[in-house]
């Protein structure tokens, strides 16, 4: 049977898009040992934390390899079952690439998925990863509490807008940075931001973070690092807890360590507490975060976009567009 | 009475000495009010923090005053008491100023010091704020535990010194960076420390410590930030716990703040916790802290190095000495 697949071909210097990969097709044999499955792609998932995997930069995966299938997260149906927890027509989510059919045995990162739960996409988002990263980020790191100033950056894209949402639910205050006045409004009419600042059109972003928040920033749900964070670090108030879920903001880090105002000072005499997120870490906490979203989600509480383009074969250019920061919700490829 | 003092005269751009204060002499009134007592100076504690004391910079005690007696740590004897706790005789640690005698009311930060148990200049060294920043920050912030490799800057100062041994005592492997040989030899015959390296002489500070701490570092006890600290992020170990307790290495974080390598990426793929301590946030942990101390001083397993200066006149120098990383062990003013 034909595999088609998209494959890394040349490793980028920063941001990846379609010169970096090639479409190709390979031959699949469907004969399963004990174990096994074999699963049908719907939906693939289109992350920021792709640049990271096909990067040698040291990362908390080892880097996708040349000529390798592209990683990624995806929706599949069962298709063929040798393990005996899945079966033909499960929706299965997992690391199943940027393929149409993957064999593979199951690991504790892979779960089943209830289409009539919600639509199975959502596994990739709000249900899934995104909003997985939102809630566990909130919850287990920087302990959010009633009352609490949040500030999220990239505050309208997949993850950002979960965040902003589980916070309002557990009676914070929030405040969105995103990058452009069409997503400003959609922060607060959709999400439920308090305040939202275009932070590309801002003149002092400093400043206007200090207008909405005189009080100060009590967690910094941190995706972007660089100068927006920056203008974020003054304004965090005393005993903050700043989280580093992402760095969308720095094009590189080698040969050389990009540089930017010391915060040591504003660590010491606010007594920050700054944490870095991986998702992986959090494995034992997921099912209860999921239960929670899901919850949520089916009470009508949680708004979510989705950007669904067709077509296994435009996935690399979804991928750079993600980084031009122009896309809204989640990016999903449908097969 | 007459009653000598030193009072800030001008505001120092950047690290204080003798052109910043007067020596002076006021007439004091020793009629206590109900709950008050007098106490006659004994040795004053010169320390870095003071610098931050003097500036206008945000920092987490107000800045003193232009003509306000320099404030400091000190040891006294009680000439006289009109509170229940205290009577003519007793030692007592508090901040009671660069002055010879002190009018004032007993705060949660004042306690008293037993002459029988060590000598009471112990109380503004290895039993008082050094000790009790070292042990602090090691088991209430970084939770040191066996087995762990502990990097400690400034490893030869008044707070370094006693962090290593304590670091020691709890089964750790301690690294020190200090800013001479002889202070390296100290590090390792005097207090103990499995590694010491010279940051001055050092061609690759970086690389230096990877020689000798090849598994990364898991604690970080950073009293320096600066380049100091930028050789040691890249050396961290994965869950590594920094925390800030000093800013030793910067002259100034005002009116431009200065650059550096981001940390951010270290933070998120390491999964690093950052923290800033202040001491005067643990005064609850302090009476047990200073009982373990205590005990490791009376059964000799704390070496503690005092430098003491006569004359409450040199106190300014003794101060813009400090900062010339000349100093071995505690700095004090003998009155």
Redesign the interface.
Known sequence: MKNQQIVLSVRPDGIPGPEHFSATSSELDLTLSEGQIAVKNHYLSIDPAMRGWVSL????LPPVQIDEVMRSAAVAEVIDSKHPDYAAGDFVYGMFGWQEYCVCEPNPMMRKVDPAHAPVSTALGALGLNGLTAYLVLNELAHIKEGDTVLISTAAGGVGSIAGQVAKLKGCRCIGLTGSDDKVAMCVDEFGYDHAINYKTSDNLEQAIRDVAPEGINVFF?NT??AI?DAVYPNLAMNARAV????AA?SS?EPE??????????????????????LI?HVAQMPAALQQLGSWYSEGKLNYRENVTKGLENAPQALADLYKGTNTGKQLIQL
Request: aromatic share 8%.
């Open positions: 930069e040291p990362n908390y941190d690092s660089g964070a580093q879920v992402g760095t720095i880090w360590t990009p540089t930017g105002p010391r915060r040591d000072r504003h660590i010491l005499t606010k007594r920050l507490t700054v944490m870095g997120f991986v870490d």
